[in-house]
């Protein structure tokens, strides 16, 4: 609309019956629109262009500059954060939700995926009160429960064994002959770092009808350690008390059994059923018949902030924003898995596998599990999965392939395991046939031959604090997340952005 201070149309020095003479002020105006106009277009074309080039497909290169292992820190400081306000925790009863509900909001920002929880109910053990522990010789003699000894978790519910007897046994109690002589005896057995045959010989003891078993450490290990780790009774259904006791306490208890003294003991547990859930991020775009999936677990241990045990969780989260930030268009979907229940036994992971259809089975292509990323004592694990089919192996070591590259690359060391001890098994693997992989960065103490391999101290565990109180950010290594968080944002892309990747994980393709 005319304003009202327009001029009089002037007449024009080349008058034409066409051309039509705008005001000084409207001409000026359109000058300036048009200036303006093009210089949007010129820059809607460079976002164009660049979009092209890097938004949808950046390259390697550029994908590994843009994550940044602060960001990885970042990610854990708010972990620290939520850990202090849930009494030094982030586990399913205490912490964890506060946690999912950062990652959640961090991903529902970054708007690079659909985001949805999974819930799931988890038996949860917990001891109500200590375990009483008591000889009755001419002299009453009492142990001290989360001092001499710890109570395991299993799904023996609050008991009163009284006047029992004790008895030993050395190797796997054998059929009928175990089932007549422990029968209603607290047997006395070694302890395994295999916990399949603690598990086993457990189980037996449990169906000769023992009345408990305690569980000998070697005489370095104390049995406060032992009391949040163990899930293996729990999962698997063993129904009688088991206890670890230490190295003292097994040479009175000889002395008790040949005087054939008695014992009396009273556990206080309490078995529950909690809810929980998973996190899942399926990325916007990439073929949904060659899925990969990227799982981290996000719960800590009771009484244990969880910061190196949440490393992989952290990685796997600034990983996802990064690639967000690159407005990333995989060539295969990915999705993002941030799993619970995991320290109560694969809880979430296992949750999701079964309620997956054979179909949405046979769409995934690849499984990589983040966890443990930044152990004090490192070493750069490739993770591998356990003989499975031939097919899956084959698969599984094209993806450890890929990893040996990007430790070539950047001149680091690297080994491989096959360890489901702290990580979460190779449950995909194992029990769909999805080809495997992920990193680790160790728990166990360093030999001094992988001490000359990989530097570090000898002798002392990878990471001292696992499961315990002092797994905060003071006791993680800064340099092992920056090394394996790199590693893994590697990978993801070459999987994620090959064509015809079946082919590829088969050698069938280049
Ligand atoms: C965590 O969230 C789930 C789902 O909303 C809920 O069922 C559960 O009770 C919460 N846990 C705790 C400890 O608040
Ligand atoms: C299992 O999957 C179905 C369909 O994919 C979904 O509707 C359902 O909510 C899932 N159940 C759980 C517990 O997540
Ligand atoms: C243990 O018992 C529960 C409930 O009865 C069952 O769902 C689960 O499959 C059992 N686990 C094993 C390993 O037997
Ligand atoms: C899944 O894959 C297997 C093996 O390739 C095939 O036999 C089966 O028919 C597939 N199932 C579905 C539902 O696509
Ligand atoms: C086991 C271990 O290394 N603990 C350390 C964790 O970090 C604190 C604070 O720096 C140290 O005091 C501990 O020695």
Known sequence: ??????????????????????????????????????????????????????????????????????????????????????????????????????????????GACDVSTQIFPVSMWEKKENTEFIILTGDVAVFVDQQDFATLKSTAPSTLLFDNRLIEIDDLCSAQECSRTVHKKLVIAPYSYQMEENVDIAKRLAKANAAAVLFVLSRSSNPVHFEDQHN??????????????????????????????????????????TYTYNILCNWKSGDDKNKIIVGSHLDSVENS???????????????????????????????????????????????????????????????????????QNYIPYILRTNPTSEVVNGRSQQIAKIFEKYFDQVGYKYAHTSTTDGTEHDVFAVKAGVAYGGLYSGMGPKTPSQKRKFGGIAYVDADPCYQLACDTLDNVSTEAINLLSHAAIYVIHALSSTLNLRGYLDGTTV
């Open 1 to 110: 609309m005319p304003t009202t201070e327009s001029t009089p149309l002037l007449p024009s020095s080349q008058p034409s019956s066409s051309s039509i003479t705008l005001p000084r002020t409207w001409r000026r105006a359109l000058e300036w629109g048009l200036i303006c106009g093009l210089a949007v277009l010129l820059f809607i074309t460079a976002l164009v262009f660049a979009e092209q080039k890097f938004g949808g497909h950046p390259s390697m290169n550029m994908v590994i500059k843009a994550l940044h292992t602060n960001d990885v820190m970042e990610h854990l400081k708010a972990l620290v954060e939520v850990a202090k306000h849930h009494h030094n925790s982030r586990s399913i009863r205490n912490g964890y939700n506060a946690s999912a509900e950062y990652i959640i909001h961090q991903l529902e920002d970054s």
């Open 232 to 273: 293996s009774f729990f999962e698997s259904n063993v129904t009688l008390p088991v206890f670890v006791m230490d190295n003292n306490m097994y040479t009175i208890l000889l002395d008790v059994m040949q005087g054939d003294y008695l014992v009396n003991i009273q556990t206080s547990v309490l078995i529950t059923t």
């Open 305 to 375: 902030p969880g910061i190196n045990a949440g490393s992989g969780a952290a990685t796997s989260l600034a990983i996802a924003l990064t690639l967000a930030k690159l407005s990333y268009q995989p060539t295969n979907q990915l999705v993002f898995a941030w799993w619970s229940g995991k320290e109560v036994g694969d809880a979430g992971i296992s949750r999701y596998l079964h309620n997956m259809t054979e179909e949405q089975v046979n769409a995934t292509t690849a499984y990589i599990n983040l966890d443990i990323l930044g152990s």
